[in-house]
């Protein structure tokens, strides 16, 4: 079965430090990741997909991930946050199962920027 | 373009009533799914509906049903509500074919 973990639960930053947000999955076949965004009292916002080609993968609001797949580790960077950026983070596994997809979600990774 | 709308945006139900959540995918979708997100806790996945038959479904229970409209927009009913019923519930929606999701904004099920 594949299950994703999130290494921290919580983050605080201080405004314009780097930040990594560490993700881990298991699976025995190929997958298919994402990073979502979720600001307080909103839906989830996809900030990020590997799909295939480049382990490095750029997203909105200056993110990028990098995909490794010896470490199965697809972890989250900003080289510099901004206090918008304090929200919950979620890294998902896109499981393929009987030819239809869903989401595996991990429990989340709450950043917080402080001035 | 209008993307992923959910109704109502909040909801108080009483232990044992029903609940009926309503789901408008983004423009070009034909594929819903549904995710349960309790207070805390990453998303699970409930259900995914493509051409108005449910396709793939979650470790929930049958009281959790759901259905998709010719329109592609979808409800999700939930029977015999539990306190443990709630939860923020989401929507997503995707090209058949697409292996990512766009999520609507949730409905937040309060039941006392």
């Known amino acids: 079965a594949q299950s994703v973990t999130q290494l921290d639960s919580q983050v605080p930053v201080f405004e314009e430090a780097p930040v990594e947000l560490r993700c881990n999955y298991s699976?025995?076949?190929?997958?298919?990741l994402f990073w979502y965004v979720q600001y307080p009292n909103q839906g989830l916002q996809l900030l990020l997909k590997y799909l295939s080609g480049s382990t490095l993968v750029k997203g909105i609001n200056g993110f990028e991930a990098e995909f490794n797949k010896s470490q199965t580790s697809f972890h989250l960077r900003k080289p510099s946050v901004h206090i918008s950026d304090t929200a919950e983070y979620f890294c998902a596994v896109n499981r393929i199962s009987g030819g239809y997809n869903k989401l595996i979600f991990g429990a989340g990774t709450r950043l917080a920027v402080h001035p | 373009d209008a993307g992923v709308t959910q109704s109502p945006t909040h909801l108080i139900k009483t232990r044992g009533q029903q609940v009926t959540l309503r789901c408008s995918p983004k423009?070009?979708?034909?594929?819903v799914s549904w995710y349960q997100q309790a207070l805390g806790q990453g998303p699970q996945f409930i259900f995914q509906?493509?051409?108005?038959?449910?396709?793939q479904r979650g470790n929930f229970p049958d009281r959790f049903s759901g259905h998709q409209f010719p329109n592609y927009s979808s409800e999700l009913n939930v029977n015999a509500l539990l306190l443990g019923d709630s939860a923020l519930y989401l929507c997503a929606s995707s090209e058949d074919t697409a292996y990512e999701q766009y999520f609507g904004p949730g409905t937040r099920l309060t039941v006392t």
């Open positions: 423009s070009g979708h034909d594929t």
């Open positions: 509906y493509y051409e108005e038959e449910e396709r």
């Open positions: 699976s025995s076949v190929s997958v298919y």
